[in-house]
């Protein structure tokens, strides 16, 4: 293998080596970018007690306690190391990482730690093997210790970082969760996240307006980052999380938004404290603003509507663009080009990561590899008077939660397309659901 090879490969997959492959698909995507990455979740925070243990977590600057910490990591990778800057709201950590004979080098500030990382289908492990100050190798008895891991959970995954001094004992750890609805926060009492793992069906708080926030959040981290793992996350939230708590009628709500119920949960007209109706209101007009996006290079299909658009263009004129389509119950999505006063610009088309082969159709006529799950596909924009036939199949697919979450033991989701399915035993007379 040659340099340039080499230096192709990702530093945590020439780390795991065939391990890698192993590896659920969103760790894989997220540590195989050429060039950056980011992700971003809510933390719980917790720390050791004791006036020396707070003193040296302060000093490696890790984040402070919460409940809900918001937490944006960027990775930059520039030839063989990786830059990764974890901002905990106004707290910034920045350490880098590279590879030194087959175990994973990471340094914060005067401190730097080696690992073993291991992969498999249930996720990336950390595990602690040396530590350095300032360049001095640490006794075992004296060094801090890291660990940490991360696994799959839904389109996302879940970090656990647990720091610990055999003389201070534990100084921090943090993790973060999510419903597969796109819903968020557990608990009823204090309307709060509740502790690691704890996804309960029939007491899920999920409150809807926590589930607009996610879609406004993954918004915003979309504009910053350009990825589509908060655009799927987005949809997913709007359909699953958002919907559910509005009637087809419009005029009944659900606060919560429980996952199982027997029958006793029922959308009211009103709440005394009504956040979440004009919520959904604001939400629902302000939406067709998350439809496109433009930018220097051309236009950007994030979301799949029926409707018309308007759009400008950099370098002056508008396109416009009709949807045609039944989605999200079909895939075909027709997107014909009405009025294109642009001859330089893309047309970025948004693959959902649930899909697999995904098509591409300009005028009847198939694109070749550019639909790529998980990816906005990229194509010249066609002239005016072009139909584009996105084509997304959807397959019925199970989903399981990750172990640790009890309630979820011996149960399954289905999914189909950007749905999650609700099993009701209104559906079925006479079987227990
Ligand atoms: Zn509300």
């Known amino acids: ?171 921090t750890e943090y993790e973060g969760k999510m419903y597969i609805t796109g819903g968020i926060g557990s608990r009823w009492e204090g309307e709060t996240f509740g502790s690691p793992f704890e996804l309960p069906n029939d007491r899920a708080y999920t409150e809807t307006c926590a589930a607009i926030g996610t ?59 009504a956040c979440c109706p004009p919520n959904i209101s604001r939400l629902l007009a302000s939406l067709p603003g998350c439809f496109y996006s433009t930018c220097d290079e051309g236009i950007i299909v994030h979301l799949y509507p029926s409707g018309k658009a308007v759009l400008p263009v950099p370098e002056g004129g508008t396109v416009t663009l009709t949807q045609r389509t039944n989605y999200p119950w079909e895939g075909e999505i027709d997107i014909t080009i009405e009025e294109n006063s642009s001859n330089s610009i893309s047309l970025y088309i948004r693959i959902p990561s649930w899909t697999r082969s995904a098509g591409i159709a300009v005028n009847g006529v198939l694109v070749d590899a550019v639909a790529i799950s998980g990816s906005y596909a990229q194509l010249p924009m066609p002239p005016a008077g072009s139909t584009v036939r996105l084509t997304l199949p959807m397959e019925v697919t199970k989903l399981e939660s990750h172990p640790h979450v009890l309630m979820n033991w011996s149960l399954a989701a289905l999914r189909r397309g950007p749905l999650i399915y609700c099993v009701e035993a209104a559906d079925h007379p006479g079987i227990d659901v």
């Not at 230096?7 to 020439?14: F, G, Q």
């Not at 655009?231 to 659900?254: I, K, P, Q, R, W």
């Open 1 to 171: 293998m040659d340099r340039a090879e080499y230096k192709a490969v990702s530093l945590y997959r020439r780390t795991l080596g065939e391990s890698f492959d192993c590896m659920p698909e969103v760790l894989k995507r997220f540590h195989d970018q050429p060039f950056a990455a980011a992700a971003n979740g809510t933390l719980r925070v917790t720390r050791g007690k004791g006036v020396l243990r707070r003193i040296a977590a302060a000093v490696m600057r890790l984040p402070k306690p919460g409940e809900q910490v918001p937490v944006h990591l960027h990775v930059h990778i520039g030839g063989e190391t990786e830059q990764w800057t974890r901002d905990f709201g106004s707290l910034r950590l920045v350490t880098k990482q590279w590879l030194d004979r087959g175990l994973l080098i990471g340094s914060a500030g005067l401190m730097r730690f080696r690992f073993r990382l291991t992969g498999d289908e249930s996720g990336l492990r950390f595990e602690f093997v040396r530590c350095w100050f300032i360049g001095i190798p640490l006794p075992f008895i004296l060094a801090p210790k890291v660990n940490a891991s991360a696994s799959k959970y839904e389109e996302s995954w879940w970090v656990h970082v647990c720091v610990e001094a055999p003389i201070l004992g534990m100084l």
């Open 215 to 273: 879609v406004m959040w993954n918004w915003r981290m979309l504009n910053i980052t350009g990825e589509t793992k908060y655009t799927d996350l987005m949809e997913t939230t709007l359909y699953n999380g958002v919907l559910a708590g509005l009637s087809l009628d419009g005029m009944h709500y659900f606060y919560q938004n429980p996952l199982s119920d027997r029958g006793e949960h029922r959308m009211q007209k009103w709440f005394g404290c």
